[in-house]
């Protein structure tokens, strides 16, 4: 049988790691990853598939439109899954600019070398181009603020985004379905929600929370803590983006969420609990891991909740998520204190914990 070979741009990050570690687990796939290995793409969240001849890295700069010609027609994709993006909205209100240029400009130089290739294609082997599809992923935060308690995003939720990360990917956005219209490029999109799990990098809310806590230190909950957000476990993401690249209607967008609606400060509550029963043994002079959490000045432009309709991709694609919040909080808490080289490696890097998002610049 002939493989699929799936072009996975930003496959050394959080989502985009787990994607290709289900990728390449699948019978008849090839995997290409191709990442440009900023501070949070982490080659080490890729060694259980290191040395499988199914797998091919590639270190390039999706903004190197030239590069990116060179791979397509390297190794001929049938799917592009695209992942690579500046992702933490903390470091967008310090420094957007990397934001405009990865997000929005890469994104262009994605999009144009795919219409090269699909267009040689459809010259050269219609079959081929038929079955083509360019994946974007992105994000709920394009929607903005909720207005009431029962509210949820929908697929036509109109965009309102509030800082420079969830307005740089809402002009992605944009740009895809752009090309989708205009050229005809087969394309499909996914909004998802908070990601959460294995190897994700510290500077978000429940990896931060983990390891400050392990090493005594304050746990920083934004305002009031009651921001609501729509929590996924990321390998529930990665099956569920596969099948919308695979399956997934061209032109359709398919929002993606884990139905489970917590409070930030329920988050970290939970978080602490789990920390006294697998952790026990605590930092000096820490008696409780919930004498940690500290309560500081909020993020600029915060919005105060989030919530995913999924209906849609579990209708048309059979797609639900398999963890629950419970399970899957153990399992990211367990990973944690059973991978702590990991973590301390990525530790040792740029990033040391410190509080981003003030507005001051990075």
Same mark, same amino acid.
């Given at each position: 049988m002939t493989s699929t070979t799936f072009f996975v741009t930003g496959?050394?990050?959080?989502? #985009?790691?787990?994607?290709?570690?289900?990728?390449?687990?699948?019978?008849?796939?090839?995997?290409?990853?191709?990442?440009?290995l900023t501070y949070?793409?982490?080659?080490?969240?890729?060694?259980?598939?290191e040395g499988n001849p199914n797998y091919h890295f590639v270190?390039?700069?999706?903004?190197?439109?030239?590069?990116?010609?060179?791979?397509?027609?390297?190794?001929?994709?049938?799917?592009?899954?695209?992942l690579a993006a %500046?992702?933490?909205?903390?470091?967008?209100?310090?420094?957007p600019a990397a934001f405009i240029e990865t997000n929005i400009i890469g994104t262009y130089q994605l999009l144009e070398a795919a219409r090269g290739y699909w267009g040689k294609l459809k010259e050269t082997d219609d079959d081929k181009a038929k079955g083509f599809r360019f994946h974007h992923i992105s994000t709920d935060e394009v929607y903005g603020d909720l207005e009431g308690p029962e509210d949820?995003?929908?697929e036509t939720t109109p965009y309102a985004p509030s800082s420079p990360y969830s307005a740089s990917k809402a002009s992605s956005d944009h740009l895809v379905r752009a090309w989708g219209r205009t050229y005809g490029l087969p394309v499909v999109v996914t909004n998802c929600s908070n990601n959460y799990g294995p190897y994700h990098f510290p500077e978000k809310l429940i990896p931060l929370m983990i390891l400050n806590a392990l090493s005594g230190k304050s746990l920083p909950v934004y305002g009031d803590g009651k921001q609501v957000r729509d929590w996924l476990y990321v390998e529930d993401h990665a099956r569920a983006l596969i099948k919308v690249a695979t399956e997934g209607a061209t032109g359709e967008t398919y929002?993606? #969420?884990?139905?489970?609606?917590?409070?930030?400060? %329920?988050?970290?509550h939970t978080l602490c609990a789990l920390l006294e029963e697998l952790a026990p043994s605590k930092p000096q002079g820490v008696e409780n891991y919930a004498d940690l959490i500290t /309560?500081?000045?909020?993020?600029p432009g915060h919005d105060v909740r989030y919530a995913i309709d999924a209906s849609k991709i579990q209708r048309?694609?059979? =797609?639900?998520?398999?963890?629950?919040?419970?399970?899957?909080?153990?399992? @990211?808490?367990? =990973? /944690?204190?059973?991978?702590?080289? =990991? =973590?301390?490696?990525?530790?040792?890097?740029? /990033?040391?914990? %410190?509080?981003?998002? @003030?507005?001051?610049?990075?």
């Amino acid at each position: 049988m002939t493989s699929t070979t799936f072009f996975v741009t930003g496959g050394a990050g959080f989502i #985009g790691s787990a994607v290709v570690r289900e990728l390449v687990g699948r019978e008849n796939v090839r995997v290409v990853n191709i990442d440009t290995l900023t501070y949070a793409g982490n080659p080490e969240s890729l060694e259980a598939v290191e040395g499988n001849p199914n797998y091919h890295f590639v270190q390039a700069d999706i903004c190197d439109g030239e590069r990116l010609q060179q791979l397509f027609s390297e190794f001929q994709p049938d799917v592009v899954m695209h992942l690579a993006a %500046e992702s933490h909205v903390d470091r967008s209100i310090d420094g957007p600019a990397a934001f405009i240029e990865t997000n929005i400009i890469g994104t262009y130089q994605l999009l144009e070398a795919a219409r090269g290739y699909w267009g040689k294609l459809k010259e050269t082997d219609d079959d081929k181009a038929k079955g083509f599809r360019f994946h974007h992923i992105s994000t709920d935060e394009v929607y903005g603020d909720l207005e009431g308690p029962e509210d949820l995003f929908t697929e036509t939720t109109p965009y309102a985004p509030s800082s420079p990360y969830s307005a740089s990917k809402a002009s992605s956005d944009h740009l895809v379905r752009a090309w989708g219209r205009t050229y005809g490029l087969p394309v499909v999109v996914t909004n998802c929600s908070n990601n959460y799990g294995p190897y994700h990098f510290p500077e978000k809310l429940i990896p931060l929370m983990i390891l400050n806590a392990l090493s005594g230190k304050s746990l920083p909950v934004y305002g009031d803590g009651k921001q609501v957000r729509d929590w996924l476990y990321v390998e529930d993401h990665a099956r569920a983006l596969i099948k919308v690249a695979t399956e997934g209607a061209t032109g359709e967008t398919y929002n993606i #969420g884990g139905h489970n609606e917590k409070q930030n400060i %329920e988050v970290v509550h939970t978080l602490c609990a789990l920390l006294e029963e697998l952790a026990p043994s605590k930092p000096q002079g820490v008696e409780n891991y919930a004498d940690l959490i500290t /309560y500081v000045q909020d993020r600029p432009g915060h919005d105060v909740r989030y919530a995913i309709d999924a209906s849609k991709i579990q209708r048309e694609l059979g =797609w639900t998520p398999e963890e629950t919040f419970e399970s899957g909080m153990r399992k @990211t808490v367990e =990973w /944690y204190l059973n991978n702590e080289t =990991w =973590w301390r490696r990525v530790l040792d890097g740029s /990033y040391q914990g %410190e509080r981003l998002g @003030t507005g001051q610049s990075l």
